[in-house]
């Protein structure tokens, strides 16, 4: 008897030894999955810093009709074409009178923007009384001096001229350091300093809707029809393995089918939203088909049975009784194939949504592209600038991913129902 009693003892004590270095392990995972994580947000967030800001020249603007080569009264096509490059010119000239030579003045222009010609162009339509008057105005300062700036670091792209230039100007207060508002309100641009996340961001939310549209409706009923009313076969069989592995194929398969269907058969518009939508519904249907049976399937079946014994058909005991107690499952299926949808880009590389577009898309069909691919864009970009846009442009990201996962969240814990 004794001898069992140690022997238990002693088993015992082997158990709970394996159960605590059990738990240190998980533990110590649970720890460095997080501390990952972390690492990468702190990195991308240190990284994404600079292009939330942005540097401006602040300068005393005349706008002369002579110097833009137009009249005083001018038209509107006179004004779209007048010489605001050299207006800007003139404007910087001014404030370094000793600069002369050619290859001096080109390094001085070199400081401003490409794009600032157009900040002025756009103001002067709004304003045509701008016409012949003195008035301040911020122009964008060029990607490399804007670095520079940021990081005060030489990085050879910006000379020793051009360094003293801005000092002197940095001493007159006519640098200025603001909220980068063009990363939010302008679609893409080959200008770092004028580059934006609006045509992405409109473009994916247009093939987000087209896929839900396509995805939601069709998958729920699939759902429906395969819990409540197939019959247990081997054809149904068959579609169930079918739609499970569907889950499983790589993205860019869809991709292809995309392109072959869509585009080489039905000849739809390459690069539009109403595609990429099309080809992201396809991709998130196995995903909201079985989040829904399983959502259908967690409803116990004394539901059911009540409602068919008090002469409820069974139409009626599936929609009126079944799916909208498990409604908060399927939406959270559907939210989360939608998420996953967002952040894809490989299956919508294969239908040219990864052209170079600079309009923000105003439909369906309009070209655009996304932000996963627009983050793909700027992180094969050569200019330095990118590197915090590219950055930026995945936290913009990560925020709407959360947030659709938050939505999830509330939803099942809103409207679960506890059996």
């Given amino acids: ?135 301040r105005v911020q122009v964008l300062l060029d990607d490399d001096v804007d670095t520079y700036l940021k990081n005060n670091t030489h990085s050879g792209r910006v000379s020793e001229q051009q360094i003293a230039w801005i000092q002197k100007l940095e001493d007159s207060g006519a640098v200025e350091r603001s909220f980068n508002r063009n990363l939010f309100t302008n679609g ?35 759902a429906i029809y395969l819990e409540e009313f197939a019959p247990k076969n081997r054809w149904v069989d068959l579609i169930e393995i079918n739609i499970n592995n569907l889950a499983a194929v790589p993205s860019i398969v869809f991709g292809l089918l995309g392109l072959a269907v869509f585009l080489n058969f039905f000849g739809m518009p390459r690069s539009a939203p109403l595609v990429g939508g099309l080809v992201l519904a396809l991709l998130t249907l196995p995903t909201i088909i079985i989040a829904s049976r399983s959502a259908i399937k967690s409803v116990p079946p004394s539901i059911r049975e009540a409602a068919l014994g008090l002469g409820a058909s069974k139409m009626q005991t599936v929609f009126q009784h079944v799916v909208p107690l498990a409604m908060p499952g399927i939406l959270t299926g559907a939210i989360i194939g939608s998420a996953r949808a967002l952040g894809e880009a490989a299956p919508l590389l294969m239908i040219g949504m990864v052209a ?30 990118f590197i915090a846009m590219t950055s930026a442009a995945t936290i913009v990201l990560l925020v709407f991913l959360i947030c659709m996962n938050g939505l999830a969240i509330w939803l099942r814990k809103r409207f679960e129902k506890q059996w």
């Fill in 1 to 135: 008897m004794n001898n069992n009693t140690e022997i238990i003892k002693q088993t015992l004590a082997k158990r709970y030894a394996k159960e605590r270095r059990f738990r240190a392990l998980g533990m110590v995972s649970v720890f460095l999955g997080l501390m990952f994580l972390l690492v990468l947000l702190v990195g991308i967030l240190f990284k994404a810093t600079p292009a939330f800001t942005q540097h401006y020249l602040s300068v005393d603007m005349n706008y002369d009709a002579s110097s833009l080569g137009v009249g005083n009264n001018p038209t509107v096509s006179e004004l779209e074409g007048a010489n605001y490059r050299g207006l800007i010119r003139n404007t910087l000239y001014e404030q370094f009178p000793e600069v002369t030579k050619r290859q001096d003045k080109r390094e001085l222009g070199a400081l401003i923007s490409g794009s600032a010609e157009y900040q002025i162009r756009d103001a002067l339509l709004a304003n045509p009384a701008l016409l012949n008057t003195n008035t």
């Fill in 188 to 222: 893409d641009s080959r200008e770092p300093e004028s580059a934006g996340l609006l045509g992405a961001t409109m473009g994916s939310l247009y093939a987000l809707t087209i896929c839900l549209l396509v995805s939601f409706p069709i998958g729920v009923m699939a």
């Fill in 356 to 385: 170079f577009i600079v309009d923000v898309p105003q439909g369906f069909t309009d070209p655009s592209t996304v932000l996963p691919i627009q983050i793909f864009l700027w992180a094969d970009s050569p200019e330095r600038a």
